[in-house]
T-cell receptor, first 110, second 111 residues
Framework: GEDVEQSLFLSVREGDSSVINCTYT??????LYWYKQEPGAGLQLLTY?????DMKQDQRLTVLLNKKDKHLSLRIADTQTGDSAIYFC??????????FGTGTRLQVFP | DTGVSQNPRHKITKRGQNVTFRCDPI?????LYWYRQTLGQGPEFLTY????????KSRLLSDRFSAERPKGSFSTLEIQRTEQGDSAMYLC?????????FGQGTRLTVV
């Protein structure tokens, strides 16, 4: 089955690290993605990881993939108020569409 | 390249009316997708095109919904006899390889 799960909320202090977690079900997914959505806007692709990798780093973003447990995480270092948004993870099964989680609302306070 | 463009950004319609949305993908992107997003949820897949061919349709796409991509460039999504449950953000995305880029969406409100 296709199901992607995320926790609903995360609140962090400015300057701290944020870790957003995601579990997925389709082990045949080739790529796993993280998107950011600000209020009233479309989705912005942040980063993605190929399924045969276990880590990818891109500036302040670190993606960890545990394929055995079907667990994906996004770590944002030195979180800023501008990082406040909803973060979606998505899996991409061979059918080529994206299956999204329900999103994690990240709130950054001073 | 201006990214994926969707029109209109907002649409308010009365129940029972037909509406049509347009999506202009990034040029040379051969794949185009439509998703629907309701409040508090992630986007849900509706349908996808490779060039002008519609390759997959979700069960969410009732017979009141139809999508076209006649020349393999822009696409339209039409909803006939709109219902209040159709109120949502309709998102379009395009890609060529691994990265899918989304438009700003069309927010539909059915009153």
């Amino acid at each position: 089955g296709e199901d992607v799960e995320q926790s609903l909320f995360l609140s962090v202090r400015e300057g701290d690290s944020s870790v957003i977690n995601c579990t997925y079900t389709d082990s045949s997914s080739t790529y796993l993605y993280w998107y950011k959505q600000e209020p009233g806007a479309g989705l912005q692709l942040l980063t993605y990881i190929f399924s045969n990798m276990d880590m990818k780093q891109d500036q302040r973003l670190t993606v960890l993939l545990n394929k055995k447990d079907k667990h994906l995480s996004l770590r944002i270092a030195d979180t800023q108020t501008g990082d406040s948004a909803i973060y979606f993870c998505a899996e991409s099964p061979p059918t080529d569409k994206l299956i999204f989680g329900t999103g994690t609302r990240l709130q950054v306070f001073p | 390249d201006t990214g994926v463009s969707q029109n209109p950004r907002h649409k308010i319609t009365k129940r029972g009316q037909n509406v049509t949305f347009r999506c202009d993908p990034i040029s040379e992107h051969n794949r185009l997708y439509w998703y629907r997003q309701t409040l508090g949820q992630g986007p849900e897949f509706l349908t996808y095109f490779q060039n002008e061919a519609q390759l997959e349709k979700s069960r969410l796409l009732s017979d009141r919904f139809s999508a076209e991509r006649p020349k393999g460039s822009f696409s339209t999504l039409e909803i006939q006899r709109t219902e209040q449950g159709d109120s949502a953000m309709y998102l379009c995305a395009s890609n060529r390889n691994t990265e899918a880029f989304f438009g700003q969406g069309t927010r539909l409100t059915v009153v």
